[in-house]
Nanobody, 123 residues
Framework: QLRLVESGGGLVQPGRSLRLSCAAS????????IGWFRQAPGKEREGVSC????????NYADSVKGRFTISRDNAKNTVYLQMNSLKPEDTAVYYC????????????????WGQGTQVTVSS
């Protein structure tokens, strides 16, 4: 059974960093594009970043460009989201998702989701 588990969320002060992990079990990530999404209270879920199956292509929302970095380690079956210079507006539940997609930025086409991890940025 395909399963994704996010970890690494927490409470941090503005300007600090967090690294989220998305670990897969029951399948290999090698062939899957992976996306990171977030949903803040009262807002729609949005695509934050994604990475192609090979890792050769990445995409970022304008709101996180220059601050977030996505990477993958297929040997560990894990994708990471390094989040630097965090802002209060980054507060949300963060989800990872997997999809067999030609382009990772097809954010509406991801089919397998994790349960999410809470990120709270507050002083």
């Amino acid at each position: 059974q395909l399963r994704l588990v996010e970890s690494g969320g927490g409470l941090v002060q503005p300007g600090r960093s967090l690294r989220l992990s998305c670990a897969a079990s029951g399948f290999t990530l090698d062939y899957y594009a992976i996306g990171w999404f977030r949903q803040a209270p009262g807002k729609e879920r949005e695509g934050v970043s994604c990475i192609s199956s090979s890792g050769g292509s990445t995409n970022y929302a304008d709101s996180v460009k220059g601050r977030f970095t996505i990477s993958r380690d297929n040997a560990k079956n894990t994708v990471y989201l390094q989040m630097n210079s965090l802002k209060p507006e980054d507060t949300a539940v963060y989800y990872c998702a997997a999809g067999l997609l030609p382009f990772c930025y097809y954010y509406s086409d991801y089919g397998s989701w994790g349960q999410g991890t809470q990120v709270t940025v507050s002083s």
